[in-house]
C-alpha cells in the first residue's frame, strides 16, 4: 500500500464517520434553531435509534428472509424505527424540554443531561441483558452476494459502507431541500429566526417545534442504525460520547446552522483521523486534539465556521 | 363487670401485639444459635460492560460459602456482602472505601478489573482489610507494594505474556508483530511484558498503537498496519475494544492472524462477533475447568446451585479466594489483623490446584492456557482442531500469501 491510498483510505473512513456525526449535529442545531435549547439527551436518542432496529429486526424476522421480501423488510424497519423514534423525540420534547426551555439555560442544561441519564439507564434494566454489548446484525452484506468491496490499489471500499454513505448524504441533501425549499421548512426557519414575529403572522409555534424534534430524533435513529450496521454492536451507553461529538460538532459549524452541523461533522471525523494517522502515536490522543479543536473555535469563533452573526439560524 | 372486662380485652391486645414475635422467635430459633454471622466482602463490576464476569465471579464466590455453610463443619456463618466497582476505578474506590468501613467485614474478594484493583490497593492497605485479588492480572497489583494486605489467586501478565510469546513466536512461527494495547495501567502492563517476552526472542515489534477505552473507531491505526504486513496482530485491552478491532480488520483486510490476552478470554467476544471470532487466540491464567485437580466437581456444583449465568473465566478462582478467607476465619477468627498475617501464609489445595502466596502474596503457581475461538467457543489450544491440524489458522494463511477460509459460518 502507497501511503497515498493509506490516505485516501483514511479519508473515506473518516467520511463514514462524519456521515454519522453529521446526522446527529443537525439534530442539535435544529432543536437550539427552534427553541434556544441544547439538547443533550440527543445522544441517547440516536441510542435508543439503534436498540429499536435491533428489536424491529428481531421482531420482523429479517435475518430469515431473501430476496424482495428482504429488501422491503429492511427499509420497513429503518422507516419504522425513524417514525418510532422520532416520536419519542417530540414526547421527550413535550415533557421535559420545552416547559424548561423558558427558563434559564442552565435548567434545560440539567433536565435534558437527565434526561439522557434516564433514557440511557432505561435501556440498561429494561432491555433484556441491557448491559451486555449486542451484536447487531450485517443487513447489507446480504445485498452484495459474493463480492464485499470494490479493492483498488490497497484501499478497500466496502460495498455496505459506501450505501450507508450515499443514503447519508442523501438524506442530508433531502433535509436541506426540505428545509429550504418547502412551506414547513419556511416556517420552521421563521420560527428560528424570530418565534414572535412568527406566531404573530399566524404560525403553529408549537407545531413546528413538534416538527422539528419529530425531524431531528428520526434523523438521530437513522444514525443509530447506520451505527449499528457500521461497527456491528452496540450498547447502552454509546449515546454519551455520540452526544457530545454531535454536539461539538454543531458547534464548530455554528449552531443552529444545518449546512454548519453537516460540514462540522465532517470536520470533527476528519480531525480525529487524521490526529491518529499523522502524530506518531496519535491514536492516544485523537479525541483530545479533536476537542481541542473544538475548544479554539470556541474561543476565536464561537459563531462557528458558517454560523452568521446576523442569528440568521436553520 | 366492667373492670374485668377491659383486663380481658387488655389481655387479648398485648397478647395479639405480642404473639408474632412469640410465634416468629418459637418457630426460627436456629439449631445452631451460637454460631457467629461472620460477613465477607465480594467487589467486582456488577453492572456495565464487564458486568458478566462480575456476576460469574459473584456467583461462584457464593457457590463456595453456601457449600461451606451448608458442611455443617464450620464455627462460623458466612454471609457475603457484594459491592459493584463498575470497572470503574473511582467507584472502585469508593466501594473499596465502604467494603473496608464496614466494621462487620472481615475479608473480601476483590476486583476483575486491574486499573479498578490498582486504584484501590492502598484503600485496604490503609484500613488493614484482607484482599484477595480473585481477576485482576497487572503484576504491579501484588509486585508493586510491600502491602500485606493484598494477595492474588490468579497469575499475572508476566507470566501470561512469556507464554504468549512461547507459543507464538517458538511454536508456532510468527514473527511480525503490531501491537494495540489500551491506555490504562492494565493495557500498559500487557504492553510492557509483551515487549519484554518477545524482546527476549530478539523481535522488534512492527509498530505500537494505543487505543482509549470506549473508543469505537479503529479503522486509521488498522490502516496504517495494514500496510505494514504484519502476521500478528496483538491486542492488550478488553473484550468490549477487542471485539470491534477485530470485526474491523475483518473489514479493512487486515490479513493477520489477531491475538488477545486474558482481557478478551469472555463469552461475549464470540457472541458479539459471531463467525469473525473464529480463528482468534487469547490466554488464561490457570488450566481449563475439565484439567483442573477439582474442576468438573466445580462445575457441577455451579450448575446444580441453579445460577442463570455462566462463572465466565474467573469464576473458579472467586471461588478459591472465599475458600481461602473462611479456612482463615475458621483458624484465627473474624478479625483482621490475624487474617492479614494468616492469608498472607496461605500454602493450600483447591480446585485450581496448589495455591502458594509468595512474599508479595501473589500466587506463585501459576499455569496459563492457550484458547482458540473456534465454533464461537473458546477451546484449549492443545484440544482444538486447530493444534491438531484439522483447521487452519488464519495467521498460517495469510503468512503464505493465501486466502484463509473461516470454517465456521456462524450461529
Given at each position: 500500500m502507497s501511503s497515498t491510498s493509506i490516505f485516501l483510505q483514511i479519508i473515506f473512513n473518516g467520511a463514514m464517520l462524519g456521515i454519522q456525526y453529521s446526522l446527529i449535529a443537525v439534530g442539535f442545531s435544529l432543536f437550539f434553531g427552534v427553541l434556544?435549547?441544547?439538547?443533550?439527551a440527543h445522544g441517547d436518542i440516536f441510542m435508543l435509534g439503534a436498540f429499536v432496529s435491533l428489536t424491529l429486526i428481531n421482531v420482523t424476522g429479517l435475518l430469515n428472509t431473501s430476496g424482495a421480501t428482504y429488501v422491503f423488510l429492511l427499509i420497513l424497519v429503518i422507516i419504522l424505527s425513524m417514525i418510532i423514534v422520532g416520536g419519542l423525540g417530540v414526547f421527550f420534547e413535550r415533557i421535559v424540554v420545552k416547559p424548561v426551555s423558558?427558563?434559564?439555560t442552565l435548567m434545560s442544561l440539567v433536565a435534558t443531561l437527565g434526561l439522557g441519564i434516564a433514557i440511557r439507564e432505561a435501556v440498561r434494566l429494561f432491555?433484556?441483558?441491557?448491559s451486555e454489548t449486542k451484536r447487531f446484525p450485517e443487513l447489507l452484506v446480504k445485498l452484495f452476494p459474493g463480492k464485499e468491496a470494490i479493492e483498488f490499489k490497497g484501499i478497500i471500499l466496502r460495498y455496505d459502507n459506501l450505501l450507508i454513505l450515499a443514503v447519508g448524504i442523501i438524506v442530508v441533501i433531502l433535509l436541506a431541500l426540505y428545509i429550504n425549499k418547502t412551506k414547513m421548512g419556511l416556517t420552521i426557519r421563521a420560527v428560528a429566526q424570530d418565534a414572535e414575529a412568527a406566531s404573530m403572522m399566524g404560525v403553529n409555534k408549537n407545531l413546528i417545534i413538534d416538527v422539528t424534534f419529530f425531524i431531528g430524533s428520526a434523523l438521530a435513529a437513522l444514525a443509530g442504525f447506520m451505527n449499528g450496521l457500521y461497527y456491528n454492536s452496540i450498547i447502552f451507553d454509546m449515546g454519551a460520547m455520540a452526544g457530545i461529538v454531535g454536539f461539538s460538532a454543531a458547534v464548530i459549524g455554528g449552531l443552529g446552522n444545518i449546512y454548519g452541523a453537516i460540514v462540522g461533522g465532517f470536520l470533527f471525523a476528519m480531525v480525529e483521523s487524521l490526529s491518529a494517522a499523522l502524530i506518531p502515536r496519535g491514536s492516544e490522543f485523537m479525541t483530545v486534539i479533536a476537542f481541542a479543536v473544538v475548544i479554539l473555535f470556541l474561543v476565536f469563533?464561537?459563531?462557528?465556521?458558517?454560523?452568521e452573526r446576523a442569528y440568521e439560524r436553520v | 363487670m366492667k373492670g374485668p372486662l377491659r383486663l380481658v380485652g387488655l389481655g387479648i391486645i398485648i397478647l395479639l401485639v405480642f404473639s408474632p414475635l412469640l410465634v416468629f422467635n418459637y418457630g426460627c430459633k436456629?439449631?445452631?444459635?451460637?454460631k457467629k454471622v461472620v460477613k465477607i466482602g465480594f467487589i467486582g463490576?456488577?453492572?456495565?460492560?464487564y458486568s458478566k464476569m462480575g456476576i460469574g465471579g459473584l456467583n461462584s464466590f457464593k457457590l463456595a460459602v453456601m457449600q461451606q455453610n451448608n458442611s455443617?463443619?464450620?464455627k462460623y456463618i458466612y454471609e457475603v456482602v457484594p459491592f459493584d466497582d463498575e470497572c470503574v476505578p473511582q467507584k472502585g474506590v469508593e466501594v473499596a472505601t465502604k467494603c473496608c468501613s464496614d466494621?462487620?467485614?472481615?475479608a473480601a474478594a476483590t476486583h476483575y478489573c486491574s486499573m479498578v484493583a490498582i486504584s484501590c490497593v492502598d484503600v485496604y492497605h490503609k484500613f488493614g482489610l484482607p484482599a484477595i485479588v480473585w481477576?485482576?492480572?497487572?503484576?504491579?497489583?501484588?509486585?508493586g507494594n510491600d502491602y500485606k494486605e493484598v494477595s492474588r489467586v490468579n497469575g499475572t501478565q508476566v507470566e501470561q505474556n512469556e507464554f504468549n510469546a512461547h507459543l507464538m513466536v517458538?511454536?508456532?512461527?510468527?514473527?511480525k508483530f503490531c501491537i494495540i494495547h489500551d491506555t490504562t495501567d492494565y493495557g500498559r502492563g500487557h504492553l510492557k511484558y509483551f515487549l519484554k517476552a518477545l524482546k527476549k526472542r530478539g523481535i522488534e515489534p512492527l509498530s505500537i498503537d494505543g487505543i482509549t477505552i470506549g473508543?469505537?473507531?479503529f479503522t486509521t491505526i488498522l490502516t496504517k498496519i495494514k500496510a505494514l504486513k504484519p502476521e500478528v496482530v496483538y491486542f492488550g485491552g478488553l473484550t468490549a475494544e477487542g471485539a470491534l478491532i477485530k470485526s474491523q480488520m475483518d473489514k479493512l483486510g487486515v490479513k493477520a492472524q489477531f491475538l488477545g490476552t486474558?482481557?478478551?478470554?469472555?463469552d461475549d467476544f464470540n457472541t458479539s462477533l459471531?463467525?469473525?471470532?473464529?480463528?482468534t487466540i487469547c490466554m488464561l491464567d490457570g488450566a481449563p475447568i475439565e484439567k483442573m485437580p477439582g474442576g468438573l466437581e466445580f462445575k457441577k456444583a455451579y450448575e446444580e446451585a441453579g445460577f442463570k449465568e455462566p462463572y465466565e473465566a474467573y469464576g473458579p478462582f472467586a471461588y478459591c479466594a472465599a475458600n481461602i478467607i473462611i479456612k482463615a476465619v475458621e483458624k484465627v477468627g473474624p478479625d483482621r489483623e490475624k487474617l492479614v498475617e494468616e492469608i498472607d501464609k496461605t500454602d493450600t489445595e483447591d480446585i485450581i490446584g496448589r495455591i502458594h502466596f509468595n512474599e508479595?502474596?501473589?500466587?506463585?503457581?501459576p499455569l496459563v492456557t492457550a484458547y482458540v475461538s473456534q465454533d464461537g467457543q473458546w477451546v484449549p489450544w492443545e484440544d482444538s482442531l486447530y493444534a491438531k491440524g484439522e483447521r487452519e489458522l488464519p495467521g498460517f494463511a495469510y503468512r503464505e500469501g493465501r486466502e484463509w477460509v473461516n470454517p465456521y459460518q456462524g450461529p
Open positions: 434556544d435549547v441544547i439538547n443533550f423558558k427558563g434559564p432491555y433484556p441483558r441491557g469563533r464561537p459563531s462557528g465556521i458558517l454560523g | 436456629p439449631k445452631e444459635e451460637e463490576p456488577l453492572t456495565g460492560k455443617g463443619k464450620n466494621p462487620e467485614i472481615v481477576g485482576a492480572v497487572l503484576p504491579d497489583i501484588t509486585y517458538d511454536e508456532l512461527g510468527f514473527k473508543q469505537k473507531d486474558s482481557g478478551i478470554k469472555s459471531g463467525e469473525h471470532a473464529e480463528g508479595y502474596g501473589q500466587n506463585d503457581v
